[in-house]
């Protein structure tokens, strides 16, 4: 380890708090361009992480520098609540044309999490009612309110309660490993059953104002549900005056090859949460929604002094201008075809892989201690994690067993064919037990 490194290493640990980090492996990146990234060693990676889900447009894009620049120099920002920049109004502008829809508002925030919050508001403010339910496996972000409505890991929620009250939750529909021991072929949607049972019983739909979902769940390891159980569930949604919210943080903005995910299953919802690859780099989130349901709060009830800040606006308008000049969603609907197919062969390869699945470059390659009982494999996701990272490839997991594969959309097919020979080598050295436990100790993940 250089004396660079070291030196971050022990001051992170110094001046910044292990709540606020998840370790995988030291590294310290530098420099990136496109889907390549730099530590401060020199080493070079390939990126399968993009930030989280952060950086689809990519590293070190000159055009938005250039835009941001040029924005920060004239008026960086200027509290957009009191003054709207163009920048703001433009972006709402187009976001609200994104949709396809009339009459779609947008409320900017910074992040993915303080969006979720205004969700939530804009929810109980329309409908009066109290109660927002999420799924299990959820993960919505780290505010008070977005956490409350995430249902992913204990040590999130752990000491700090009370949590947000009238929080409900429900079984995400994890397919391989249905809860209700169902089979794809003939399911009877009993995930859904499950909240019929509910509100005829103990939670009385007047009183729910919104379901929350992601329509993939991202950190519980990239699970796509059937486009039956969002249509099954948009229809309960109508019939009990309910809102759909859909959380695009993680899945949005063209990594399943749309705007926005949940168009992939064919259903509208009243709300959507954007965050994270959003804006352009910078940070920014927003609530994009029906106009009766966002204009059914009062002055100032969602407004933040940096929100829909000119700054981050021009970035977030510059990429979606180069997303659209370069057609990056098709193309990245497109790559991803490619890449499962790739992993699809590699499954027949290695017995470790229990299921590939995914839209568009958004794959989770889930692994499994054995086909028949698809029992996740926590110590071969972690040791093949490590071997990438160690060979020039930036890749996680989620899940404790799926591999996550979510590159910047701007990738090349090379880059691809690249980074698939390194798993390719490390599924090889792991099925010859050639990746040692050792690694266990020293790469921790979600
Ligand atoms: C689906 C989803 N929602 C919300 C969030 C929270 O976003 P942020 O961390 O930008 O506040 C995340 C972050 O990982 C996410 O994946």
Request: with cysteine; glycine share 8%.
């Amino acid at each position: 380890m250089s004396k660079q490194l070291e030196s971050i290493l022990q001051r992170q640990d110094e001046y910044v708090p292990k709540s606020a980090r998840v370790s995988y492996i030291p590294i310290s990146f530098v420099r990136g361009k496109g889907a390549k990234l730099y530590d401060c060693d020199g080493n070079e990676y390939i990126d399968f992480l993009a930030s989280a889900s952060s950086a689809n447009i990519g590293h070190g894009n000159e055009e938005i520098a250039q835009a941001v620049y040029g924005q920060m120099t004239e008026l960086s920002q200027y509290i957009s609540a009191y003054f709207p920049s163009g920048p703001m109004i433009d972006l709402a502008e187009k976001v609200s044309r994104m949709t396809g829809r009339p009459d779609m508002m947008v409320s900017f925030s910074c992040t993915g999490s303080a969006s979720i919050d205004g969700a939530i508001k804009y929810a109980r403010g329309y409908t009066g009612r109290p109660k927002i339910v999420s799924f299990s496996e959820s993960y919505h972000g780290s505010t008070y309110g977005a956490i409350s409505v995430s249902k992913l890991t204990n040590s999130m929620r752990r000491k700090i309660g009370p949590l947000l009250p009238e929080c409900e939750t429900f079984n995400y529909p994890v397919c391989l490993r249905c809860q209700y021991h169902q089979a794809p072929e003939n399911c009877a949607l009993d995930c859904l059953e499950q909240i019929r049972y509910a509100f005829r019983h103990y939670l009385p739909a007047d009183e729910v104002a919104a379901f929350l979902v992601e329509p993939i769940a991202g950190d519980a390891g990239l699970i796509v549900p059937p486009a039956r159980f969002f249509q099954d569930l948009a229809a309960l949604c109508r019939e009990n005056g309910i809102l759909l919210i859909s959380d695009e943080i993680n899945q949005g903005v063209g990594r399943t090859g749309r705007m926005f995910a949940m168009d992939n299953f064919g259903v509208e919802c009243d709300l959507y949460v954007l965050g994270k690859s959003f804006g352009g780099g910078l940070p920014l989130g927003a609530v994009v929604g029906r106009r009766e349901v966002m204009e059914s709060l009062e002055s100032p009830a969602h407004a933040f002094t940096m929100s829909g800040n000119a700054a981050c606006c021009t970035a977030s308008l510059k990429m979606l201008e180069i997303m659209e000049r370069e057609n990056l969603f098709e193309e990245a609907f497109q790559k991803g075809v490619y890449l499962r197919e790739r992993f699809l062969k590699m499954q027949e390869e290695f017995p470790v892989i229990g299921e590939v699945r995914g839209i568009g470059l958004n794959i989770g390659v889930d692994l499994v201690t054995d086909r028949k009982t698809m029992e996740k494999n926590y110590p071969a996701a972690a040791k093949i994690s490590y071997y990438c990272m160690k060979h020039g490839l930036l890749l996680t997991f989620v899940g404790q067993s799926s591999l996550r594969v979510q590159p910047p959309l701007v990738i090349t097919r090379e880059e691809l064919d690249q980074a698939v020979e390194i798993i390719h080598a490390a599924l090889t050295a792991y099925t010859a037990g050639e990746l040692s436990d050792s690694i266990l100790e020293k790469i921790q993940g979600w």
